[in-house]
């Protein structure tokens, strides 16, 4: 009697632990954001295959990134618009998802030379979004289930907004970059400005602020090293020249920062 206790009690409790047939039916009921989920996890692997180039060329693995991250985005644009419409008003749309904007990104250096920091954001927004839908299908399997991988997704939701910053001062910096990629041979005479075009559409993402509140910090950075008293006149000069030049460059849209919205 005690012996068929313990079994069906020890069965009760399996199931808790992985449970792997809600698992499989959560797959069948999500395909697109498993399959966005598996992509991104690929993208991470290819991004280290590029610097630790064990499985193949590191050149290989860094256009496989770039494509691996194309892939994800076109599938968030067909997520959010659905069919594709022939209209102004649905390119309009289309033009403001931060989806198109990374598609976008990936485009671009997709037909310049390996450049190491393109990677980055690339990179960091698979870990963000992989880890987010990690944590959902480790609550499908069970609460308890993976607490290792559950420490390691926590520390990356605690360490978000640090990252989102990253990748928005990334994105700034990526601009001068690609200017240096046109004098080295590396990257056509269209880069840089098809490079802002795309940084243009970041600031005035609706969804995501950070790239306008860093543009708004780095400003402010440069504005008060250029006040100090003991700082040298060509050098105040020199930052107040690029501040200016950058104002005058931003996009008329947006004005001041926003605060970021959950």
């Not at 067909?78 to 022939?86: A, E, S, T």
């Not at 360490?159 to 001062?169: D, E, G, K, P």
């Not at 600031?203 to 860093?214: E, I, L, V």
């Not at 008060?224 to 930052?239: G, N």
């Given at each position: 009697?005690?012996?068929?206790?313990?079994?069906?009690?020890?069965?009760?409790?399996?199931?808790?632990?992985?449970?792997?047939?809600?698992?499989?039916?959560?797959?069948?009921?999500?395909?697109?954001?498993?399959?966005?989920?598996?992509?991104?996890?690929?993208?991470?692997?290819?991004?280290f295959g590029?610097?630790?180039?064990?499985?193949?060329?590191?050149?290989?693995?860094?256009?496989?990134?770039?494509?691996?991250?194309?892939?994800?985005?076109?599938?968030?644009?067909?997520?959010?618009?659905?069919?594709?419409?022939?209209?102004?008003?649905?390119?309009?749309?289309?033009?403001?998802?931060?989806?198109?904007?990374?598609?976008?990104?990936?485009?671009?250096?997709?037909?310049?030379?390996?450049?190491?920091?393109?990677?980055?954001?690339?990179?960091?927004?698979?870990?963000?979004?992989?880890?987010?839908?990690?944590?959902?299908?480790?609550?499908?399997?069970?609460?308890?289930?993976?607490?290792?991988?559950?420490?390691?997704?926590?520390?990356v939701e605690?360490q978000s907004?640090?990252?989102?910053?990253?990748?928005?001062?990334?994105?700034?910096?990526?601009?001068?970059?690609?200017?240096?990629?046109?004098?080295?041979?590396?990257?056509?005479?269209?880069?840089?400005?098809?490079?802002?075009?795309?940084?243009?559409?970041?600031?005035?993402?609706?969804?995501?602020?950070?790239?306008?509140?860093?543009?708004?910090?780095?400003?402010?950075?440069?504005?008060?090293?250029?006040?100090?008293?003991?700082?040298?006149?060509?050098?105040?000069?020199?930052?107040?020249?690029?501040?200016?030049?950058?104002?005058?460059?931003?996009?008329?849209?947006?004005?001041?920062?926003?605060?970021?919205?959950?």
């Amino acid at each position: 009697m005690s012996d068929n206790a313990s079994s069906s009690s020890s069965s009760e409790q399996r199931p808790r632990g992985l449970n792997v047939d809600a698992l499989k039916q959560h797959v069948l009921v999500h395909k697109i954001d498993c399959g966005l989920w598996a992509m991104r996890i690929l993208t991470v692997f290819f991004t280290f295959g590029y610097f630790l180039p064990i499985f193949g060329s590191a050149q290989n693995a860094y256009y496989k990134a770039l494509i691996a991250n194309a892939a994800i985005n076109a599938l968030r644009l067909h997520q959010r618009l659905g069919r594709v419409r022939l209209s102004r008003e649905f390119l309009a749309e289309l033009l403001m998802e931060d989806s198109c904007h990374y598609l976008f990104y990936s485009m671009i250096f997709l037909y310049v030379a390996p450049l190491t920091l393109v990677l980055l954001p690339v990179v960091l927004f698979a870990i963000l979004h992989a880890a987010s839908y990690s944590l959902t299908l480790l609550d499908t399997m069970g609460q308890n289930s993976w607490w290792g991988a559950r420490l390691l997704i926590s520390l990356v939701e605690f360490q978000s907004l640090n990252i989102l910053r990253l990748i928005a001062f990334t994105e700034i910096i990526m601009m001068p970059l690609t200017v240096l990629f046109v004098l080295m041979g590396r990257a056509s005479l269209l880069t840089p400005f098809i490079y802002y075009h795309f940084l243009t559409q970041r600031y005035t993402s609706r969804r995501n602020p950070y790239n306008r509140n860093m543009f708004y910090e780095l400003r402010v950075l440069l504005e008060r090293t250029a006040a100090k008293p003991k700082m040298p006149s060509f050098v105040k000069a020199a930052l107040l020249g690029i501040v200016n030049f950058t104002v005058k460059l931003a996009p008329p849209q947006v004005v001041q920062p926003q605060q970021h919205q959950q």
